[in-house]
């Protein structure tokens, strides 16, 4: 029998077509009727069909689980959902699995179920290609599955903000292998978490009595309940919480408003680039009226608004907020455009090729940890040869090879995702002033003045034209886009490739390759400079295209894109920069000291920005981030990376520094 220390799990199949767990030796679900087990344990004691029943429009519900499993509770929930809630009501299933299920094992244990089959597919087609430590959001219409790889109660932890946003959860479903088989995940810390993230009278449902389970949830201050078992077992338990025990953490609050803003239901956002297309889409899509203003005359008329762009992210074989980012910014970005804007989108593949040796060194240690995890379907080695044919032209070096990625059409991606009844977008819009009354925002343009709940920052470097958010460090980067029309030779291209630079497939004869990188330059002007640099650039990839290329007069576009110091995107609600000093200002003597006050933040005011030369990678992750953040939903990373995307980050390390914070 296997050892407990896999990162997918071990499976048994037995000769009924059960699957079986090697390392807890114990069975997935029941031998007799496993979905109807889910049934009667899980949503007939949580009485989520009376409950669903009496939701409103709108309204949220969230359910948490240990153990997801093969999926099958998820299912039988998310069918349940589809017949007896609001059309506009939301799902969050929240679900925690340390050992999860290869792609193939998921099919082949939920072929067992064809009547959910439809629902099963969605899954099976949106399942992560890498199942990587940290959170994993899928969507699924009204449905939202916040999948969470790792140790239960360290998983449930890492949601936690530490704010009264964090008690969400309105039903527990205890699963996961029988306490004498895996004891290791029925701990204090569990039951403490459950308490933690429970809304009042949040109730929970398990298969089992086990003692240590029954003291578990007494002490965190549920109400228990036993009641029949199905089928052969005697009974189960279920209950309420009644009056939560929560061990709280002393951890300093900088993160956090000192009043948590109402959630809002109109909001305005400034610029149409891809940073306010998903975060427009993303709270469009939770029911929030949005209305977005561009100065130009299109969407995307800004850094987002290249013919061609390709969809990638640098992977780290060191775990850390860059890295980790990156690879879940990849995955999320791949599903979210994939089912979004599927006609726009081409992801026919991408090389990342290793031109020098130190990116051969770097991209063996990636190959070697996605090795470890069977995450060949993220991203795989290949040798020149290999790499050749894949991607139909002859290559001098191998690399990596992203079959899920590929590249986009920018500005008709931003239209795309800006198409939705509960967006309204102004062109030919600019935002001149913003103003703060007692319960919401005007925003004033040249002709017309807007009341909203609150306000999303968008505009790149712009962002800093508003006084709220002039300290945040935003720096410009030029960036130049060379066009040249395809040749008979560069037309063989089947993918996009990247290196030192990138070049696109060809798309309506023409081809993009690039792109400069301008650190603090503002100009948008064509330079023959930095054509020249392109085509310099694409010769270490492909140097008889770009002897090719040189030959012609060349097409372009320049643009501005806005970064941060550490390259992360800034995502958060905006502080009052004078109360982030005054209240956290112990911290310039010792940055690890302990404060329990809060800072005041700009009621309703928020930023989305910084997403440097990846956009199109980085904002649709970034944007959920936000739109949790604004309507308090669980969140779809880690709390501390959450927290490393905050705003307000820079100015704490400045505190902790003994620096000048304005």
């Given at each position: 029998?296997?050892?407990?220390?896999k990162?997918y799990?071990?499976?048994?199949?037995?000769?009924d077509?059960?699957?079986?767990?090697r390392?807890?030796?114990?069975?997935?679900?029941?031998?007799?009727?496993?979905?109807?087990?889910s049934?009667?344990?899980?949503?007939?004691?949580?009485?989520?069909?009376e409950?669903?029943?009496?939701?409103?429009?709108?309204?949220?519900?969230t359910?948490?689980e240990?153990?997801?499993?093969?999926?099958?509770n998820f299912?039988?929930?998310?069918?349940?959902?589809?017949?007896?809630?609001?059309?506009?009501?939301?799902?969050?299933?929240?679900?925690?699995?340390?050992?999860p299920?290869?792609?193939?094992?998921?099919?082949?244990?939920?072929d067992?179920?064809?009547q959910?089959?439809?629902?099963?597919?969605?899954?099976?087609?949106?399942?992560p290609?890498?199942?990587?430590?940290?959170?994993?959001?899928?969507?699924f219409?009204?449905i939202?599955?916040t999948?969470?790889?790792?140790?239960?109660?360290?998983a449930?932890?890492?949601?936690?903000?530490?704010r009264?946003?964090?008690?969400?959860v309105?039903a527990?479903?205890?699963?996961?292998?029988?306490?004498a088989?895996?004891?290791?995940?029925?701990?204090?810390?569990?039951?403490?978490?459950?308490?933690a993230?429970?809304?009042?009278s949040?109730?929970?449902a398990?298969?089992?009595?086990?003692?240590?389970?029954?003291?578990?949830?007494?002490?965190?201050?549920?109400?228990?309940?036993?009641?029949?078992?199905?089928g052969?077992?005697?009974?189960?338990l279920?209950?309420?919480?009644?009056?939560?025990q929560?061990?709280?953490?002393?951890?300093?609050p900088?993160h956090?408003?000192?009043?948590?803003s109402?959630?809002?239901?109109?909001?305005?956002?400034?610029?149409?680039?891809?940073?306010?297309?998903?975060?427009a889409?993303?709270?469009?899509e939770?029911?929030v009226k949005?209305?977005?203003?561009?100065?130009?005359?299109?969407?995307?008329?800004g850094?987002?608004?290249?013919?061609?762009?390709?969809?990638?992210?640098?992977?780290?074989?060191k775990?850390?907020?860059?890295?980790?980012?990156?690879?879940?910014?990849?995955?999320?970005?791949?599903r979210?455009?994939?089912?979004r804007?599927?006609?726009?989108?081409?992801?026919?593949?991408l090389?990342?090729?290793?031109?020098?040796?130190?990116?051969?060194?770097?991209q063996?240690?990636?190959?070697?940890?996605?090795?470890?995890?069977?995450?060949q379907?993220l991203?795989?080695?290949?040798?020149?040869r290999?790499?050749?044919?894949?991607?139909?032209i002859?290559?001098?070096v191998?690399?990596?090879?992203?079959?899920?990625?590929?590249?986009?059409?920018?500005?008709?991606?931003?239209?795309?995702?800006?198409?939705?009844?509960?967006?309204?977008?102004h062109?030919?819009c600019?935002?001149?002033?913003?103003?703060?009354n007692?319960?919401?925002?005007?925003?004033h343009?040249?002709?017309?003045?807007f009341?909203?709940?609150?306000?999303?920052l968008?505009g790149?470097?712009?962002?800093?034209?508003?006084a709220?958010?002039?300290?945040?460090?935003?720096?410009?980067?030029?960036?130049?886009?060379s066009?040249?029309?395809?040749?008979?030779?560069s037309?063989?291209?089947?993918?996009?490739l990247?290196?030192?630079?990138?070049i696109?497939?060809?798309?309506?004869?023409?081809?993009?390759?690039?792109?400069?990188?301008?650190?603090?330059?503002?100009a948008?002007?064509?330079?023959?400079s930095?054509?020249?640099?392109?085509?310099?650039?694409?010769?270490?990839?492909?140097?008889?295209?770009?002897?090719?290329?040189s030959?012609?007069?060349?097409?372009?576009?320049?643009?501005?894109?806005?970064?941060?110091?550490?390259?992360l995107?800034l995502?958060?609600?905006?502080?009052?920069?004078?109360?982030?000093?005054?209240?956290?200002?112990?911290l310039?003597?010792?940055?690890?000291?302990?404060?329990?006050?809060?800072?005041?933040?700009?009621?309703?005011?928020?930023?989305?920005?910084?997403?440097g030369?990846?956009?199109?990678?980085?904002?649709?992750?970034?944007?959920?981030v936000?739109?949790?953040?604004?309507l308090?939903?669980p969140?779809?990373?880690?709390?501390?990376l959450?927290?490393?995307?905050?705003?307000?980050?820079?100015?704490i390390?400045?505190?902790g520094?003994?620096?000048?914070?304005?």
């Amino acid at each position: 029998m296997s050892e407990p220390d896999k990162k997918y799990a071990e499976i048994e199949w037995r000769e009924d077509g059960q699957p079986l767990s090697r390392a807890y030796d114990d069975i997935y679900f029941s031998s007799a009727s496993g979905l109807e087990e889910s049934r009667y344990v899980f949503l007939q004691q949580n009485a989520l069909a009376e409950r669903w029943q009496q939701l409103a429009e709108n309204d949220t519900f969230t359910i948490a689980e240990t153990g997801f499993g093969t999926g099958l509770n998820f299912l039988a929930a998310a069918e349940l959902w589809q017949k007896t809630a609001p059309q506009s009501a939301r799902l969050h299933f929240i679900s925690v699995e340390k050992f999860p299920l290869r792609p193939d094992d998921l099919r082949r244990a939920l072929d067992l179920w064809p009547q959910l089959a439809e629902l099963a597919q969605a899954l099976i087609d949106n399942y992560p290609p890498l199942l990587a430590s940290g959170i994993h959001r899928l969507h699924f219409g009204q449905i939202s599955l916040t999948l969470i790889i790792g140790e239960a109660s360290e998983a449930l932890e890492s949601l936690r903000l530490h704010r009264d946003g964090d008690r969400q959860v309105d039903a527990w479903f205890l699963d996961g292998f029988a306490p004498a088989k895996n004891p290791d995940m029925w701990t204090p810390e569990l039951f403490n978490s459950m308490a933690a993230l429970s809304r009042a009278s949040a109730t929970f449902a398990t298969f089992t009595c086990a003692g240590l389970v029954k003291r578990g949830l007494r002490d965190a201050g549920f109400s228990l309940r036993k009641v029949p078992g199905f089928g052969r077992k005697r009974e189960m338990l279920c209950g309420t919480l009644e009056s939560p025990q929560v061990n709280e953490v002393r951890e300093t609050p900088w993160h956090l408003p000192q009043q948590e803003s109402p959630l809002p239901k109109t909001v305005a956002i400034v610029g149409a680039g891809i940073a306010s297309a998903t975060t427009a889409r993303a709270l469009a899509e939770r029911g929030v009226k949005v209305q977005v203003f561009e100065r130009g005359e299109e969407p995307g008329s800004g850094g987002s608004g290249n013919e061609q762009g390709i969809l990638y992210a640098k992977l780290s074989p060191k775990p850390g907020p860059n890295g980790d980012f990156n690879l879940h910014a990849l995955m999320f970005a791949q599903r979210y455009y994939r089912n979004r804007c599927a006609k726009v989108s081409h992801f026919s593949g991408l090389l990342q090729l290793a031109q020098t040796e130190r990116e051969q060194l770097l991209q063996s240690q990636v190959a070697a940890t996605l090795a470890e995890s069977d995450g060949q379907q993220l991203a795989e080695p290949v040798d020149a040869r290999t790499a050749s044919s894949l991607a139909g032209i002859d290559l001098t070096v191998g690399g990596l090879h992203f079959p899920r990625a590929g590249w986009i059409e920018p500005r008709k991606v931003c239209a795309t995702l800006l198409q939705h009844p509960n967006i309204t977008l102004h062109r030919h819009c600019s935002v001149l002033e913003l103003q703060r009354n007692a319960a919401n925002w005007r925003v004033h343009t040249a002709g017309e003045a807007f009341t909203v709940d609150a306000v999303v920052l968008c505009g790149a470097n712009d962002i800093r034209q508003f006084a709220p958010a002039a300290t945040l460090p935003l720096r410009p980067i030029r960036g130049q886009v060379s066009r040249a029309s395809a040749t008979e030779n560069s037309s063989r291209l089947q993918m996009a490739l990247c290196g030192e630079g990138y070049i696109t497939p060809a798309h309506r004869g023409r081809q993009s390759f690039g792109a400069t990188f301008k650190l603090k330059e503002t100009a948008t002007e064509l330079r023959d400079s930095e054509h020249n640099e392109n085509l310099q650039t694409l010769a270490g990839l492909l140097p008889e295209v770009a002897a090719e290329f040189s030959q012609q007069a060349l097409a372009g576009r320049a643009a501005l894109r806005a970064a941060t110091p550490d390259y992360l995107p800034l995502a958060g609600p905006i502080p009052h920069w004078d109360s982030i000093g005054t209240t956290y200002v112990a911290l310039r003597k010792n940055r690890k000291q302990y404060i329990a006050a809060r800072a005041d933040y700009q009621a309703g005011l928020y930023v989305m920005g910084g997403l440097g030369s990846r956009g199109f990678t980085y904002a649709p992750l970034t944007a959920e981030v936000l739109a949790s953040w604004m309507l308090n939903e669980p969140l779809p990373v880690s709390a501390t990376l959450a927290k490393a995307l905050h705003p307000a980050r820079f100015a704490i390390r400045d505190l902790g520094r003994n620096r000048d914070i304005s």
